[in-house]
């Protein structure tokens, strides 16, 4: 008969079919008690996103499955714990104490789809039942609201001693931009300390409540708002966006090493724009050159989290409002954003846990401990 080991097991789990299960988030690590004595089985799981719940039946599956593949076992205790893990640091529990998780999305360089990325990553979330929150701090060039489709002013509450802004909410995502607060066609021409003083309200003036995810939205490059930050808020984790070809990479490198060098652990490389396939062919293309954003992850000993392909339909449901898992569910592009962001929530879940992810996905997915 077939030892009973940690990856048989999750093996077994990961046949069990249910709604509320979602097997992507079933990793090596989601197991986090695991005793075999004689015929019985203890088991705790530990499920990085709170959808995955812990329903009477999909517990009643997961003993029923794992019976069927290991005869010998005549008890199963099983526990499934399905939340977030909290990023703990003390001065994040002041600044942000509802929030549980601080995630940067940053380039070197620009237009390479940070925004893109970051409204579908917190979207894909909020999806999948997690509270998110997502800050636009590229106070120049906000496109978040034109992405989510939000168009109102916030509101502000206010008494005796305190005011805050109340985010506005689209795709079960909470927002603040400044594109919220003044005139749509009004630059905003302010010096780079008031750019950043807007970054540090938009954490403190506004109400968060409770979030597992709070994600923001930089500008390119590693100036000033990236600095304040950095600065101002312990950062769970950052994110590097990326296009294949070279003019990019430079730039993906040296925000990889500004987060390295602030000690900011990155949670990985994605790679946006990767190829694009002629919807009438079929044919495959590689615009911007192909392996170039898992290059720079393998380079600097970061996960690579995958790549999305070039579709213009990414760029339609950007321009109206509408976020591609909402918009075209079944496409390649919106499957690959979507296992990108569990690829990343499983990251910030180790970082949590462990200190810091692990360097490649495959170790995360398949290896024994
Ligand atoms: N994979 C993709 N396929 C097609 N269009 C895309 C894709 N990713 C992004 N785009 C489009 O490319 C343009 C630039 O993307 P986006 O604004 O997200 O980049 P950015 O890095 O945030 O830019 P900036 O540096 O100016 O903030 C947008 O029109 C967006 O809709
Ligand atoms: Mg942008």
Do not use: C
């Given at each position: 008969?077939?030892?009973?080991?940690?990856?048989?097991?999750?093996?077994?789990?990961?046949?069990?079919?249910?709604?509320?299960?979602?097997?992507?988030?079933?990793?090596?690590?989601?197991?986090?008690?695991?005793?075999?004595?004689?015929?019985?089985?203890?088991?705790?799981?530990?499920?990085?996103?709170?959808?995955?719940?812990?329903?009477?039946?999909?517990?009643?599956?997961?003993?029923?499955?794992?019976?069927?593949?290991?005869?010998?076992?005549?008890?199963?205790?099983?526990?499934?714990?399905?939340?977030?893990?909290?990023?703990?640091?003390?001065?994040?529990?002041?600044?942000?104490?509802?929030?549980?998780?601080?995630?940067?999305?940053?380039?070197?360089?620009?237009?390479?789809g940070?925004?893109t990325v970051?409204v579908n990553l917190a979207v894909v979330?909020?999806k999948?039942?997690?509270?998110?929150?997502?800050?636009?701090?590229?106070?120049?060039?906000?496109?978040?609201?034109?992405m989510l489709?939000?168009?109102?002013?916030?509101?502000?509450?206010?008494?005796?001693?305190?005011?805050?802004?109340?985010?506005?909410?689209?795709y079960?995502?909470?927002?603040?931009?400044?594109?919220?607060?003044?005139?749509?066609?009004?630059?905003?021409?302010?010096?780079?300390?008031?750019?950043?003083?807007?970054?540090?309200?938009?954490?403190?003036?506004?109400?968060?409540?409770?979030?597992?995810?709070?994600?923001?939205?930089?500008?390119?490059?590693?100036?000033?708002?990236?600095?304040?930050?950095?600065?101002?808020?312990?950062?769970?984790?950052?994110?590097?966006?990326?296009?294949?070809?070279?003019?990019?990479?430079?730039?993906?490198?040296?925000?990889?090493?500004?987060?390295?060098?602030?000690?900011?652990?990155?949670?990985?490389?994605?790679?946006?724009?990767?190829?694009?396939?002629?919807?009438?062919?079929?044919?495959?293309?590689?615009?911007?050159?192909?392996?170039?954003?898992?290059?720079?992850?393998?380079?600097?000993?970061?996960?690579?989290?995958?790549?999305i392909p070039?579709d213009p339909r990414i760029r339609i449901g950007g321009d109206n409002g509408v976020p591609v898992l909402y918009d075209t569910p079944d496409s390649e592009h919106a499957k690959a954003i979507s296992?990108i962001s569990?690829?990343?929530?499983?990251?910030?879940?180790?970082?949590?846990?462990?200190?810091?992810?692990?360097?490649?996905?495959?170790?995360?997915?398949?290896?024994?401990?």
């Amino acid at each position: 008969m077939a030892d009973i080991t940690k990856t048989g097991i999750l093996n077994s789990l990961k046949k069990v079919e249910d709604p509320n299960f979602n097997k992507d988030l079933l990793i090596l690590n989601s197991i986090k008690k695991f005793e075999v004595n004689d015929s019985t089985l203890n088991l705790d799981l530990s499920f990085t996103l709170p959808s995955s719940n812990d329903s009477a039946q999909l517990k009643d599956k997961f003993i029923y499955k794992i019976k069927e593949d290991f005869p010998s076992l005549k008890i199963i205790n099983l526990t499934i714990d399905a939340k977030t893990t909290v990023h703990q640091d003390l001065n994040k529990n002041q600044i942000l104490p509802g929030v549980k998780n601080t995630i940067a999305v940053a380039s070197g360089k620009g237009g390479v789809g940070k925004s893109t990325v970051a409204v579908n990553l917190a979207v894909v979330l909020a999806k999948e039942g997690a509270e998110v929150g997502l800050i636009d701090a590229d106070i120049y060039g906000p496109s978040i609201p034109l992405m989510l489709g939000l168009k109102e002013k916030p509101k502000i509450m206010q008494n005796q001693h305190t005011m805050k802004i109340i985010p506005l909410s689209n795709y079960g995502v909470k927002v603040i931009s400044i594109g919220l607060l003044v005139d749509d066609n009004a630059p905003v021409i302010w010096r780079g300390p008031m750019a950043s003083g807007a970054v540090k309200q938009f954490i403190s003036d506004v109400d968060w409540g409770e979030l597992d995810y709070l994600f923001f939205d930089l500008p390119p490059g590693t100036g000033d708002i990236q600095l304040t930050l950095v600065q101002t808020i312990p950062l769970t984790a950052a994110v590097i966006v990326t296009t294949p070809q070279e003019v990019s990479l430079i730039d993906a490198r040296k925000a990889l090493k500004m987060f390295t060098r602030v000690n900011v652990p990155v949670a990985g490389v994605i790679e946006n724009m990767s190829y694009f396939t002629a919807p009438d062919t079929g044919k495959k293309y590689d615009i911007f050159g192909t392996g170039g954003g898992s290059k720079i992850a393998d380079e600097l000993s970061v996960p690579f989290l995958g790549g999305i392909p070039i579709d213009p339909r990414i760029r339609i449901g950007g321009d109206n409002g509408v976020p591609v898992l909402y918009d075209t569910p079944d496409s390649e592009h919106a499957k690959a954003i979507s296992q990108i962001s569990k690829n990343m929530a499983s990251q910030i879940h180790l970082i949590n846990v462990k200190g810091s992810a692990a360097s490649k996905m495959e170790i995360l997915l398949d290896a024994d401990e």
